[in-house]
């Protein structure tokens, strides 16, 4: 197995993973960065993020507004000393983005512009248009190549992460063009690779996001936090799961069910009137909007169409040049995909699985509990985002905690780096190797990835959905038992070493699988209703016995095993809720 | 009622087994709100576990799934089957080699993208916390088109002048030199002339304006290597005339 020496690999990049390489580029360009990703940077998913991203910069907003919305949002599940790090750190991210050439929308005096979104008490949500994620990563694709120390390592798939006593010595890898396997020896290793929305089968991720990171690190003895938090996003577009942005509603859309109606009323979000008012209606938090469809549809309000029920989200009154200027993409992809302009109709939309707020657990310095091992952006849980992330804090958070991670990763590797013992750690990456190889070889098996990945999906959905009950739970964990112990017989048809995807989806199969038990497992143990976690059986916040973390331990045989740490409460204590009123 | 389908007709080929690339036809349910890469997929999941190609976000932003449909370059994701044929052709992008199937080797495109030096180079370097540059509406809706760049390589494989010349910058890496040179943050179109102007190609690039034909995202690099070209050719003379501006 060849070795590729390196004093910090980065697995993922993406936002947070092309942030991280920068921050550690500038702190110590001696340093030597690897960074790895399975595909080219531009194709990562936060190319797709739409509305944009929050921090506070103008007068009329302050540092405590952006503390209290993001808490109260998160259902008081989020660490307050994070939030503060989170809220007192963005505004400068965003400025060098700035700095570095992003086309942040412009007021007429030339200063960055800012739009009202979801759950946020004043308007501070920077934007490019509706194409803000593709900008900022972009942006930070183009700037790195600045950095002669960063060495990309393009379509070098990441399988596992090489820990022996605590401390984590490196990467296994596979070269996709060539079909063999790599170990990425380094110092110290931050993980960035994005969420795991693919195990749902209706969702706003791309085909890329299926947890490999958050898996590796599960399995190498880090707990995955808050895992049972899966927040789905109230407008994408049906069949595709195509994402609308909250960014129209921030201009100023409506979202109305089949009578017309602006049914958000109904559900502690109104008065319906005056509009756009923030943190009310169409601006409350994605939880309580993708909720509220759901019971909606239950009371036969929603409309039926061949591609399921939708409601539909109308911007109409906001005029052709305020789409063009402001939602573009919007436009194009609602006429592409569904044939609907909605210059001149509604877009019919519905809730899609949209984020993972839990991830890999961290602390406020973006460090996990394996000794050199770093993690940021989605596939982390620091925990800023709690029950229910508001929108457009992800793209700040990952520039926010990128940033912490590579100067952690940066001032680790000064301070000697994870000490190694070669032979254990040689073997190690072997064992790693010896895995891929074979599923690569086995000759016999009965199982079919696609088979399993869509069993896997439609037990998710129906399972551990919206809604979810102990019933529902039940059956969900079950599934997923069956499905790990399936997935011991899948079977490969690829037998090619070049650009193998066959293999490449069997792994990314197998992390989908520990992940999804993770999600269902923690949302059975948490018996009450929380933020985008909601139990028909408990329906009422519990804070007595839950205003904790939950942390899910990886076991090779059995379900995760399940613990709890204590919120972090600094100056915001647990309070209902509120949104709505009819204040402007 | 048979239910309708299409066929697609996909390129096939594994450097470890074959000779030479061929051509493989899968038959698959036709549906109305379908593109080429939902059925693309679907061969993938019930057909065929051996086919590959790459994509993931399915709405036209990633740049993964480029592939020649009917021999015009396109996004799989953005070509609807309600728009084709009955029988399509599925091939890899033209100008680049294959790695596999549809998958194309396209480190030449990336170290190009690199070589324009696409970043801002400040006139002097501004502490964040001085906040922002200022950039007015107007300031940025001179370079804004030329951000759209998803470099899903459609262009290179649509140019006449990559295709002949493998040394040319192209259309895209060109485009975001533009880009940067026309962004009021950035002083760096200096240093990007010394790749960009004495490039064989944008002499001879004779505007046939296939790239800007096929670029889903309507970023027009044709229109950016016109500029530029009249941009290069003003510093030419403008050296003559006044020998204190030379670079």
């Keep these: 197995m060849e070795i590729i020496d390196t004093d910090v690999a980065i697995v993922g990049a993406g936002g947070a993973g092309l942030r991280a390489a920068i921050a550690v580029a500038e702190t110590n360009p001696s340093l030597k960065v690897a960074l790895i990703s399975k595909v080219y940077p531009m194709r990562s998913h936060t190319v797709a993020a739409e509305g944009g991203a929050a921090g506070v910069i103008k007068d009329n907003d302050s540092f405590d507004n952006h503390f209290h919305d993001t808490v109260a949002g998160g259902d008081w599940l989020c660490d307050q000393d994070a939030v503060d790090v989170f809220i007192h750190e963005a505004p400068r991210e965003l400025t060098r983005i700035e700095h570095w050439g992003c086309p942040w929308s412009r007021e007429p005096d030339g200063h960055v512009a800012v739009r009202p979104f979801g759950g946020m008490k004043i308007e501070r949500t920077w ?74 089968p209706f969702t706003t991720n791309g085909a890329i996001k299926t947890g490999d990171g958050m898996a590796m690190a599960y399995r190498a003895g880090v707990p995955l936090k808050d895992m049972e938090f899966v927040q789905y996003h ?56 993708s909720q509220a469809f ?134 190690a990456g072997r064992a790693a190797e010896d895995r891929v190889l074979e599923l690569f070889r086995r000759a016999k ?63 990314e199969l197998g992390s989908m699988i520990d992940v999804a038990s993770a999600i269902a497992c923690s949302a059975l143990q948490r018996r009450e209703s929380r933020g985008s976690h909601q139990r028909l059986d408990y329906p009422d916040r519990d804070d007595s016995a839950f205003l904790s973390h939950t942390l899910a331990r990886y076991s090779a045989t059995n379900l995760p095993a399940i613990d709890y740490r204590d919120v972090t409460i600094t100056r915001s204590q647990p309070a209902e809720r509120v949104y709505g009123g009819a204040q402007k | 009622m048979s239910e309708r389908t299409v066929e697609l007709e996909i390129q096939r080929y594994d450097p470890e087994q074959d ?40 709405m036209a932003v990633c740049g993964s799934c480029g592939m020649a449909v009917n021999g015009e370059p396109a996004l799989a994701c953005h070509t609807f089957l309600r728009d084709c044929p009955d029988r399509i052709r599925v091939e890899p992008l033209q100008n680049f080699p294959i790695e596999r199937d549809l ?82 943050r950035d002083v760096g179109r200096g240093a990007r002339e010394e790749v960009v102007a004495s490039n064989p190609g944008i002499w001879e690039c004779s505007f046939v304006g296939a790239c800007s034909e096929v670029c889903p995202k309507s970023v027009d690099p044709a229109a950016a290597i016109q500029q530029t070209k009249i941009a290069s050719t003003g510093d030419y003379f403008m050296s003559f005339l006044m020998p204190w501006t030379r670079k």
Excluded at chain 2, 152 to 173: I, K, T
Aim: aromatic residues 8%.
């Design chain 1, 127 to 200: 934007y490019a248009a509706d194409k803000t994620g593709f900008h900022l990563l972009h942006t930070l694709f183009q700037t790195s190549m600045k950095y002669p120390s960063i060495e990309r390592f393009d379509e070098y798939y990441s399988t596992d992460l090489v820990v022996t006593d605590g401390h984590c010595h490196g990467v296994t890898a596979i070269e996709m063009r060539a079909g063999r396997v790599r170990f990425f020896r380094a110092k110290s290793v931050i993980i960035a690779t994005g969420g795991a929305g693919r195990v749902f």
């Design chain 1, 234 to 289: 109230p407008t994408g577009l049906p069949i595709t799961g195509i994402l609308i942005t909250e960014g129209s509603r921030g201009e100023g859309g409506i979202l109305v069910n089949k009578d017309g109606y602006r049914y958000l009323q109904d559900y502690d979000l109104g008065p319906p009137d005056p509009w756009p008012r923030k943190k009310a209606m169409e601006l409350g938090p994605r939880d309580r909007l």
């Design chain 1, 294 to 427: 759901w019971h909606e549809q239950r009371k036969g309000r929603t409309i039926s169409t061949e591609s399921g029920d939708v409601v539909h989200l109308d911007l109409r009154h906001l005029g052709e040049a305020k789409i063009n200027e402001r939602l573009p993409m919007v436009r194009e992809l609602s006429q592409s995909y569904i044939g609907v302009d909605p210059v001149y109709e509604p877009i019919p939309v519905q809730p899609v699985v949209h984020y993972t707020m839990g991830g890999i657990d961290t602390d406020i310095n973006a460090a996990t509990g394996v000794d050199g091992l770093f993690a940021a952006g989605e596939c982390a849980c620091v925990s800023i985002n709690g029950a229910n992330r508001l929108g457009s804090n992800s793209l700040t958070e990952l520039l926010v905690f990128g940033a912490r991670a590579g100067l952690g990763a940066a001032e680790f590797v000064a301070n000697g780096g994870a000490g190694s013992d070669d032979g254990a750690v040689q073997s």
């Design chain 1, 445 to 507: 098996g009965t199982e079919s990835v696609s088979g399993l990945r869509r069993e896997m999906n439609e037990a998710m959905e129906a399972g551990a959905g919206i809604y979810r009950s102990e019933d529902s739970l039940h059956a969900c964990t079950d599934k997923m038992q069956e499905l790990r112990e399936r997935y011991k017989n899948v079977m490969l048809t690829d037998k090619s070493n070049v650009f193998n995807t066959d293999l490449i989806e069997a792994l």
């Design chain 2, 19 to 58: 000779d030479a690339p061929h051509f493989q036809i899968y038959t698959v349910p036709y549906r109305e709100d379908w593109v080429v890469l939902d059925a693309i997929n679907y061969i993938k999941d019930e057909l065929d576990r051996t086919l590959s190609y790459r994509w993931s976000c399915h």
């Design chain 2, 103 to 184: 998958v194309v080797v396209t480190d030449d495109f990336i170290d190009k993208l690199g070589s324009v030096k696409p970043y801002v180079v400040p006139k002097e370097e501004k502490d964040v916390d001085d906040g922002e540059y200022l950039q007015t509406p107007a300031e940025l809706a001179r370079y804004k088109q030329y951000t759209a760049c998803i470099n899903c390589l459609l262009c290179y494989s649509a140019c006449p002048q990559y295709a002949l010349n493998d040394g040319f910058v192209g259309p895209a890496a060109l485009a975001l030199a533009h880009r940067y040179n026309l962004d009021s």
